[in-house]
C-alpha cells in the first residue's frame, strides 16, 4: 500500500492543494466582508434573501476550509471584522450601490467561485478535497441559476449582444 491509497484525510495535501485551499478560504473572507457591506446597501428583498445566502455560504466555506488547513498544520488567511449595522437611508446616495450594481456583482462572483471549485476539483489527489470543492460547485450553480432568475424576473440583467436574426433556409 503506498502513501496515497489509504484514507484520504490520512493522505498529507499536496502544495497545490494547500494553496488553493488556503486562497479559497481568503477569498471567501473578502466575499463575507463584501456581502455584509453590501446588504445594508440592497433595498429588493430577493436580493437581501440571496445576500443571505451567499453569506451563510461564505462562513461554512471559511469553517471547512480552515478546519482543513489547521487539521494539516497549515495556518488560516485571516478574516476581517464584522460590520457595524447601517440602515439603508444612513448611506448618502452617491456612496450607495444600486441593486442592480449589487446584483451584477454577485452573478460575477458566483461564476468565478464556479471556476475556481472546478479548478480545484481538478487538480486535487486528496478525493475528500475533490469532493469538498464539488460540494462547494453544486451550491454556487444553484446560486448562479437563482441570481439569473432574479436578473431576468427584475430587469436587471444587461444582456450582450444578441443575434436575433437567424439566416433564411435555402432549398435546392
Known amino acids: 500500500m503506498g502513501i496515497l491509497s489509504g484514507n484520504p484525510k490520512d493522505e498529507p495535501m499536496h502544495y497545490g492543494e494547500i494553496s488553493e485551499v488556503w486562497a479559497f478560504s481568503a477569498k471567501a473572507k473578502g466575499m463575507l466582508s463584501a456581502y455584509e457591506a453590501l446588504q445594508y446597501h440592497a433595498g429588493d428583498k430577493d436580493l437581501k434573501g440571496m445576500l ?22 497549515i ?10 449595522e447601517v440602515k439603508l437611508e444612513d448611506i448618502p446616495a452617491g456612496a450607495r450601490f444600486t441593486d ?21 476539483m481538478g487538480t486535487c489527489i486528496r478525493e475528500d478535497i475533490g469532493a469538498l470543492f464539488a460540494k462547494y460547485h453544486t451550491v454556487l450553480l444553484s446560486f448562479n441559476t437563482q441570481i439569473l ?15 436575433v436574426k437567424r439566416p433564411e433556409l435555402v432549398e435546392v
Open 75 to 84: 495556518t488560516p488567511a485571516p478574516g476581517y471584522p464584522e460590520r457595524p
Open 52 to 73: 443571505e445566502k451567499l453569506i451563510d455560504q461564505s462562513r461554512k466555506e471559511i469553517m471547512e476550509c480552515d478546519e482543513l488547513l489547521t487539521a494539516n498544520g
Open 100 to 120: 442592480p450594481e449589487i446584483a451584477a456583482k454577485i452573478a460575477a462572483d458566483v461564476s468565478m467561485g464556479l471556476v475556481g471549485c472546478s479548478t480545484i
Open 149 to 163: 432568475r432574479m436578473n431576468k424576473d427584475k430587469g436587471w440583467l444587461i444582456p450582450p449582444p444578441l443575434h
